[in-house]
């Protein structure tokens, strides 16, 4: 148990980041530290939505658990959802679009997605909860709520989050020599995505971006087809990790990156604290004991 | 009616959008009810009151206050107009006297020529609180839906020969074989005569009178029709042979080819002329009728001259089509030369299953025939009661006072026959002594049922064989004719019991109508007449100078509407045709558009030779290109019906010859391959890369879709509605989605699917929803249920005081509004009040508690806008979001049950896009279904949606006009669908690379996955799921009722019991049939052996004993024998309840049970 330490230190390096949009590696872990960190963006950090909802009147063309159930998909920004600890009175008054739900709490407002495109009309007032013609009338008040993605999809910060392995590629180059110039071109071809690129000056056929792989095995089964088994030798790294994460804008992407490794630790905690106590039996049962490396 | 919302929707439809879609296409296909109604109201109803013989009638015309549709389909009312009739009255030679009568209020249908919503655009429409789209053509009675269904009858005015075993059974000396023509009169109303064969070489004619088939010789008819000679018919019959030696002319035509006549002819007509020998003037033939049926025709019982009998029997009820006595004599004899070829083999019986022998009964017809009988039944007992008023010596009526006769024909209510005409809208069901010529008197009428667009559409598509055929063992009238191709289409039928009967018109199938294509009537006596003229121009022979003409192979005889007209040299005849096919395309011609020139070739042993000429109306036609005109006119468009494709050469516009002869050129093209399917089998992506079976159950599965039912929702009353609410438009669509503007109603969501083996929960058809697809709106639905409380309904049952809605003063807390009706928008759980009621006389309030087990939400709330509150009508509304058991299927018949809601982040997700499917089905759907064009439209669609735009996926596309297409046209479907997804960095082959979402490891396999539009199914565990522990039991057998409504169990029967047996589970059986059944501990009398003759002894009462705060001390019972008298012998048996019952019922036929009970076991 002492002995030898499988300690690692996950490293971050974030390539691309956005308001609502992060594009990021993560190095020297596993991947269910990976996975545990795409599952929580997606489904554990917390957000603020509209959960309660009271409606005066009504008299829209949609029913009144239809537009309660709009209102509760959209984002409203919940940069302080994780310091949070008790539900929000929340008391919007809208008529059309989110813009026009009024917050009891300046930091709780919709999503402004208006600025972000830049190009769009002045006319762009938000979501649309619904249309009114003349004469029809809503009036509600709402109480939005903290909550997490695996209770329902509106509390769930996170449009997508994925990963991929990052390849390692390398070309054979000695059987690639053996290639004529049509077949470089109709294997460089062949991928779907760009990977690799021929050269017509050095007339080689390059790696341009390993990334864009996506593991599909197009090229491999090319070069098979072509006679040449082990034109290409492709690995995905089993230890580093290319992430992207898209926010629905109620916390930015690199907030809910922090959150999420916020909550993630939160969770070891929960294990730490309960070792060797009964508790952890009595959460855990023999899990427990397995926890603690019994 | 008027509703708490009223004013606001006003102001909300004040000024609908101004976009008015074309609906051409979608009015098409309901225009064949509307025509024929609008023929009704119009023209039919006159024509028809002509017909009916003792009186003269003026004309019918709506006057009413302006009562809209949809305030019908509210208010539970019927959508009618007032019927006013003029009846002449006229005595002796004196002056007509005219008196308006009222007929009732006669339904009307919606979009007729009466209906106020005829003409009126989209806005108008929605502003009369209707459908933008809507198409009208069915009744609203009660403020339900009816449509009059399309019925097959046979072809009207066509002698038909056939072949039944029945004919043989009907008299000793018949043959099965005979000739059948069904002749229609003017006003639709028709008589069915049958020319049958006897074995002694002669023939009989039989019609029916009210209900009985009374049988003539031919000869006599023949005789009686005009003044003939026996020479006349004996060369008229014998015209189609010709003996060989008599004339070289045969030895032109093919050996044997189109010799409909043998030599037994002449024998024949010496037998049938034999028989009539007594009778010799056309006067003995009509007396010898009239006097035997001088007792069957109506108003004709006194007449002295039996020859005018016999004039109005041929009048009546033989060939009723034709006026001329002449006419009918040809028809006659052209009838008994098909049957005597029929019995000679050279021409084959016609197939009575086949649609080329058939024609379709429309609603306007239906109830001119019905109508017209209502009519004569009102006269007739109009005429015996005044009858009997002047036969009463008694009393002085003065005949010639019209006041007098209107008061006694009071006593015989005229809108009575108004009211049948509803009531037989109502249930489909034909009150009538004769029977009007139908094979069914029930089911003719059925619910427009809304439940998505598509169902709706396909009642007024669906075309029934007949009642009487879904009783019948033999299959062969439910069989695909070759016949049907192009008219019904052959995916759209249910499997199941109404296979093969209930059909479908295709897309570009029409019925003919008395409107022109201007929306003129037609005028049938100028058409025919400029037919006849066109005809004798191209050389026909004509009938009128009396000519014995040679028979078939030299001549074919020329019928035009059932009227043979003259006949046509053989040589020529194919350039007539040509010519008439040339004039029917024609704009300036006379000709109409949908004439059937049915020219039956000649042939050696075929069908019996002839140029069939039909113009009537109520027969099937479909638009084709006739590619032997040339099409620089434009004008090549061709409708032709049944009787005449069979005999064309049509080719497929593949531009390829079909594998035909050079010998046969086509003459004909059809326009494109997909007009032989129905609407709703046209809207199946690629459907020609599918097995056959999954189209039809597509089509099944289509109409029980969950779907965007209707827009002017927030009007209707129906009594129960499915609604999606969050529908989408198939990215992958055919044609005709546009066409016919399905995207008003869609029916269903792209999902992204999928196609793997995970967790297991999607084994044999099951499906995995994912759950944040589904907690964002994916397949949310809601059921809208209507109630109608009428209160002056119920006031008649058994107290004369008047009931109105009104809260109870006493409690004000209550959820009921002060009128007595719940608030709009609240939620109503089960048992709680719902209405309630105040009884105006007793002074005293009662609640109406909501029954069912489950909470609702009021939707809507409309009353009755009179003084009192009586009537109103609650909408409820039920949310039914997708959960584990509920129904989904795909385009393609590919049905699943949903068995999670998976958790969005165990769902595998691709590494490229990071998406999760919304849907997950197991691999295992597609090797034994070969749902090929399933996979077609995942990779499509993900190529579509990709690409930002729709993929059209017409079936047969790519056997569209070959020859005009691009160079390029090897590409396969499939490869240019993959060329769309590799540009966009995609798989070619639709697959992609995936991580298991609980490990974060990449599947071993790449996943097929993209988005498949999916539909909801009507079928929901909340509507069918049942619980029972204990319950309400049955009053006899003391066993646990079925029924979901009223908390019912679910049958543990004989075949549960047996597999429990081989389980050798005795306890578990014991449990189920008895402890969770009848347990029943009976006294049993061991002396007698009795469980019958127990009675209970009352003990003397111990009195007041009673110790406080103890229960009282309970007499222990006592139980005797009653046949023993003493109680010695009884014991206490568990046994199931009903053996006792049974103990009780054998007693009552005598028969005793005893039991010997031991301690053995």
Redesign the interface.
Known sequence: MEGKSYQRLPRVKIREMRDDYMKFELRDTDASVANALRRVMIAEVPTVAIDLVEIEINSSVLNDEFIAHRLGLIPLTSDRAMSMRFSLPFRPNPRRHSKDLLSSDHTVVPVDFSDSAGMESSEQKGIIIVKLRRGQELRLRAIARKGIGKDHAKWSPAATVTFMYEPDIRINEELMDMLTLDEKKAWVESSPTKVFDFDPKTEKVVVVDPEAYTYDDEVIKKAEAMGKPGLVDIIAKEDSFIFTVESTGAVKASQLLLNAIEVLKQKLDAVRLSEDTVEADDQFGELGAHMRGG | MTSK?E??MK????KPSAESEDYAAVRELFRHHIESFDHFVTAGLETMLNKIKPIEVEESKTARGKLLPFECRQAKLSYTGKFMADVYFKYNDGPAIRENFNFGQLPIMLMSKLCHLRGANPEKLVSCKEESSEMGGYFVLNGLERVVRLVILPKRNYPTSMVRNSFRDRKEGYTDKAVVIRCAREDQSSVTVKLYYLRNDSARLGFWIQGREYLLPVGLVLKALIDTTDHEIYKNLTCCYVEKDESCDVNKYEKGKGNVGTQLVGERAHIILDEVRDFITRRQCLEHIGGHFRPLMRGLEDESDLSVVGEAVLEDYIFVHLDKGFDKFNLLIFMVQKLFSLMDQTSLPDNPDALQNHEVLLPGHLITIYLKEKLEDWLQRAKKLLQDQINNKSKTFDFCSLVNVKKVLDKNPSKHISLAIENMLKTGRLVTQSGLDLQQRAGLTVQAERLNYLRYLSHFRAVHRGASFAGLRTTSVRKLLPESWGFLCPVHTPDGEPCGLLNHMTSTCRITSYFDAQGNIRNFLNIRESILTVLSELQMISSVPKLVQAGPPANLSVLLDGCVVGSISSKVIEKVVAQLRRLKVSASSVIPDDLEVGYVPLSSRGAYPGLYLFTSPSRFVRPIKNISIPSDEGQNIELIGPFEQVFMEIRCPDGRDGGRKDAFPATHEEIHPTGMLSVVASLTPWSDHNQSPRNMYQCQMAKQTMAFSLQAL?NRADQKLYHL?TPQSPIVRTSAYKKYCIDEYPTGTNAIVAVLSYTGYDMEDAMILN???V???MF?G?IYQTETIDLSDQKSRSDRSRKFFRRSNLNKNSSIDSDGLPYV?QTIKPNEELYSIHNEVTNESRSIKHKGSEPV?V?YVAIDGKKLLQKASIRF?H?RNPVIGDKFSSRHGQKGVCSQLW???DMP???????RPDLIINPHAFPSRMTIAMLLESVAAKGGSLHGKYVDATPFANSKNVNEDTPQQSKTLVDELGEM??VK????HG???M?S??????LTC?IFMGPVYYQRLRHMVSDKYQVRSTGTIDQITHQPIKGRKRGGGIRFGEMERDSMLAHGAAYLLHDRLHTCSDYHIADVCSICGSILTTSFVKPERRVGRAVKGLPPIRASKKVICHACQTSRGMETVAMPYVFKYLAAELAAMNIKLTLQLNNAA
Do not use: A, Q, W
Request: charged share 30%; net charge positive.
């Open positions: 919302r004013e606001k102001k909300m439809f004040g927030c609410k759950k944040s697809s907690d964002r709106g949310h809601l928008g939400i939707d509304r949310p958790p969005d982040i997700f691709s590494g490229v896009t990071g998406m997804l590799k960095g995609f798989n070619y697959t992609e690379v991580y979402g609980v490990y974060g490891t990449e790449e």
